[in-house]
């Protein structure tokens, strides 16, 4: 029996040992199937598989019979979680092939006991980048020791508290920093290390889209050798990598510096003048603030030799620096070699850009200097589809995925298994034809009258998402006094705060922006609309995405802009329907969907196969019949 037959009836037998086991998923058996053949014949899939699929288990299932060591990485920390505490253990119980599983996070996410260590033996409190405030949290720290003292894996997620960003900064270490587990004199007990290392040995390991895209960038240095892998939410996968193989340059970093080694080298003078540059970087990166950078004008670049050359002088320092020092200096020494090295490296870099790369200047607090890579499908083909199998899913996957990653030089699948519910009885599609352009002066008031009439149709339960925050917060100084439900806004909590409060009370409605069009999920009553103010085409002055458009040329819009408008708009569409009994209207009041010629059928076809109209009152009429109901 080959694996894709072993596959397909062993997860019938697990599905069957589910809450609503024996549901009739046949999108879901597809996969599996789809997938046991793409490991089989050490080739790779694509597949689109829609709310309700099963995907998980349609991808954990074969990956696990085929014993091949399997890595799975997920862009959420919702799905790691899902993964983690939910799937791979109900596959452990139900499955008859024993294996193991691992979750594996980046450095920064263990408590690091060296730092600890140099915290209680000195006594001191470490100066981090948080500008003139260097004070370390008493009570979160004493917290964080009491913890260390009981817990087995240092991950931060297992705390009872959340501390302060400056606190967990002092007492974990950034990848950049770290010297590794033979130069730490506490190597042998890091958590970072432990981790890795029930990772390397076992079957399936769970890792978020970044780290796995480090690995790629550093060729396996972080996961070691794996014979599948399965990039879960892939339509995000181009970007990540990108900012994966770049860096960031801020003068938080030659202050981090000069911080780690004031303690340890007796140079006033070097830590002032790491401190100065530190502050002259900031200074000349601030008025190229949201700009992208084709050439460094002559006053950063002066910043920018001057840090290296204090970097250079520090590297000088510390290596004079005696091996048979205190551990505690040694690992200060250590971890400042690493960040001086790593400083150097990343300054050349921006020093002499290459026409592979793009920069460009951001940062709410301090600005800071990025550097990315324009296009990784290099990286991607000799690291990751050259190598291994490679399964890459998501509800939606631009049409142009393949070729934009490498992908097409590689012998591949492409599938969309579609989705179990009924989305045309389900749901409707309205599209606000009447409405005024999105660019024109009329919209404003337009879009803020049709938002309250939709909301007051379905007696809240709405989620209006929209393109920018500005957009958001004047549809909240609208709505503020006129609705008679609670509304919650994007940035008044934390977002898993506001999910829940919007699920508790199934009246409310919730105005949010981009990092809600995806990963949030809620089923039930508390949510029958979904609004989208207006097309999300990316922002023509995406630096990245210029840099994109730039080498592709005239074909750009069709190439880059219209599929991730395309895949963010079912993205934000697909919040609606996430159960078999969801009913409700995705309501877009944007009219370009309806009128655009060039370009609305893209959009549409990449939409949930919802029933589709013009007609406002249609809408209305479907939300009160779905509101009366409740």
Known sequence: MGLSERATTALSAVAEQLPRGGEDRPGQLEMTAAVADAITNEKHLIAAAGTGTGKSLAYLVPAVLSGQRTVISTA????????????????????????????LKGRSNYVCRQRLYELE????????????????????????LRWVKRTPTGDRAELLVEPSARTWAAVSVAPNECPGQAKCPMGGTCFAEVARERAMAADVVVVNTYLYALDLVTEGAILGEHDVVVIDEAHQIEDIVAGAAGFELTGGRLRTLANTIQAII???QLISDLHDIAEQLALDLEPHRGDRVSELDADLSRSLDRARDRADRALEALRKIPKESKPEVIGRKERATNAATHLITDIDIALDLGAEQVAWIEGQRFPTLKVASIDVSTVLSENLFAKRSAILTSATIPANLPARLGMHEFPHTEIDVGSPFNFEEAG??????????PRSAEYRDSVHNEIEALIMAAGGRTLALFTSWRSMNLAKEYLLDRLPYQLLV??????????DNFTDDEAS??????SFWQGVDIPGPALSCVIIDRLPFPRPDDPLLSARRDVIGSAAFREIDLPRASMLLAQGAG????????????????????????????????????????????????????????
């Not at 008044?492 to 705060?497: A, F, H, L, R, T």
């Open 490 to 499: 994007q940035g008044d909590s934390p977002k898993q705060v506001l999910v």
């Open 428 to 437: 409707l599609l309205y599209c606000a034809a009447h409405m005024p352009d």
């Open 575 to 630: 919040r609606l329907i996430r159960s078999a009994s969801d009913s409700g209207v995705v309501a877009i009041l944007d009219s370009r969907l309806a009128t655009s010629k060039s370009y609305r059928w893209d959009l549409i076809k990449a939409l949930p196969p919802l029933r589709r109209t013009k007609s406002r009152d249609d809408a209305i009429a479907f939300l009160n019949t779905i509101r009366d109901a409740v």
């Open 509 to 514: 409605v919730l105005l949010a922006t981009m």
């Open 266 to 268: 007796a140079d006033e």
């Open 76 to 103: 959420t920390k919702a799905l790691q979680d899902q993964l983690s505490n939910k799937d791979l253990p109900f596959l452990q119980e139900h499955i008859d092939v024993p294996f193991e599983f691992a979750v």
């Open 121 to 144: 033996q000195e006594g001191e409190q470490l100066g981090l980048d948080i500008g003139n405030d260097t004070s370390v949290d008493a009570d979160d720290l004493d917290e964080i």
